[in-house]
């Protein structure tokens, strides 16, 4: 899919297939669909990342929900998976100038979207400084490796990330500051439809009316 509205529109049309499901077969197939956006490269490469985010999270509703019935629990577990996959895939595919200017199509201020696209790559930045300390720690022999001694190296490990955190912070401060929130250029953004963004937008069509009729 070429256009970023399209995504956008999938992205929409997946979450509300998502919400409207009601039996555990329509959930199952919907979170098995999201999980073909694995065969995307840009997907592949962060989804160690997305485990990360996505076991402790379903660790934590699949026990609460496991104390009513089992099936609730499976139920949350899988529609926890399909919401955090769309977004997931969305921003995976979707570069921080064509989410801005998405948002400008749908007109939200732009002072809203350029911050926004700014945070997003702060967010890159910041994850990117976590890695190399962690990877620094490492080396000069913090156990960060370890489950068990990673609490007790817990305070080494923060002061440094505390300190990196306020650097990219204040750069990001800059940067909208020379940039001029308020004095943004007022160009319309420029989005080429093309077929499969079509086919794209009816396939999340398709989904939610799946979700209606297995009700």
């Known amino acids: 899919m070429n256009d970023p509205r399209a995504r956008f529109f999938l992205l929409v049309l997946y979450t509300t297939a998502l919400s409207l499901a009601t039996s555990l077969t329509t959930l199952g197939l919907l979170t098995a669909l999201g999980s073909s956006v694995w065969v995307l490269p840009q997907v592949r490469t962060s989804t160690r990342a997305f485990l990360k985010a996505f076991i402790p999270s379903a660790l ?11 099936a609730i629990a499976l139920d949350a577990v899988l529609r926890l998976a399909g919401l955090m996959l769309g977004p997931w895939a969305f921003f995976q595919t979707t570069e921080p100038e064509s989410v ?26 910041l994850s990117s400084d976590l890695t190399e300390i962690r990877h620094n720690l490492l080396t000069r022999g913090l156990p960060l490796d370890r489950p068990l ?15 990196s955190s306020f650097h990219t912070a204040e750069q990001l401060a800059e940067t909208l500051e020379t940039r001029g929130i308020g004095q943004l250029p007022k160009t319309k953004p420029t989005f080429r439809w093309k077929k499969s963004d079509s086919l794209g937008t009816l396939a999340g069509v398709l989904l939610v009316g799946f979700s209606l009729w297995t009700r």
Request: no cysteine; glycine share 6%.
């Open 60 to 70: 934590v509703f699949g026990t609460v929900t496991w104390a009513f019935q089992g």
């Open 100 to 125: 801005y200017q998405v948002m400008l199509w749908l007109r939200i201020p732009r002072s809203w979207g350029f911050t926004f696209s700014v945070s997003r790559q702060f967010l890159e930045i």
């Open 149 to 163: 001694k990673r609490w007790l190296a817990l305070p080494r490990f923060l002061l440094p990330v505390l300190v």
